[in-house]
């Protein structure tokens, strides 16, 4: 596989060319063990060390892709290294593309009834080769969880698509990875949403610029806060790139 491991502020990210990322997939479905694939934003990775439980989770992870225009920034400012940058809708759209190359299959958890069902029906338009073994929606109550952990696993989909409404989030997947069938696991918060246009993704432009947090912060205002986490984030680079070169980090 054409891709590259590097340790960045302690957390673990994947450089995987674009053009590499299908070869990868299969390698990964190949390997026959559960893998779960994480989109790491800034946050996230402010979360991975200082979570414990979620800093785990993204150490065990097959693939770590980074989503923020700050983080493949910061690697190449402390590494010098060309990290690649996805966009969360377009590595979704890819990795069911690559999927349905070779009739794979997809259980979809997470968003509300309507929302799945309709999610359902325009991923069976898009991708006809990719087969839909299961669904099920986010609001299930918690004596409901080891019935639907059974029904993932005996659908043994090749990839579970988690989104909003799955309590615990990404933590849900880690919890549960070793009940699960062997295969990809993806969190993608709104990918259903947005899959039923029920929410918009930003604009290519917008992304590319780095900017689209700014949209995330009109739809919930409270997101203007993470300026803060930003320039802890600015600080610590400066201090990792110092220290390190004196040997004290």
Known sequence: MDRERINFLKVPIDIV?????GPVIYELLRNGEGRNVVLLSLMDLLKARRNGEYREYVRNAALVIPISKSVVGGISFLTGKQAVRYMPFD????????????EFSIFL?????????????NIRQTFPRLRVVGRFPGSFKKQEEAAIVEAIRKAAASLLLVGRGVRGKEHWIARYSGDLNPGLRLW????YDVFTE???RPSRKT????LEFVAYCFQSPLKFFRIFPYFYYKILLLCYKL???????
């Open 109 to 121: 958890l997470g968003g509300k009834l309507r929302v799945l069902r309709k999610a359902e029906s």
């Open 243 to 249: 220290f390190r070169k004196t040997g004290t980090l």
């Open 207 to 210: 992304f590319d610029r780095g």
């Open 17 to 21: 060319p674009h053009e590499q990322l």
């Open 188 to 191: 993608c918060s709104d990918l």
């Open 198 to 200: 029920r929410r918009r």
């Open 91 to 102: 590595f979704a759209i890819s990795l069911l593309s690559i999927l349905e190359e070779r």
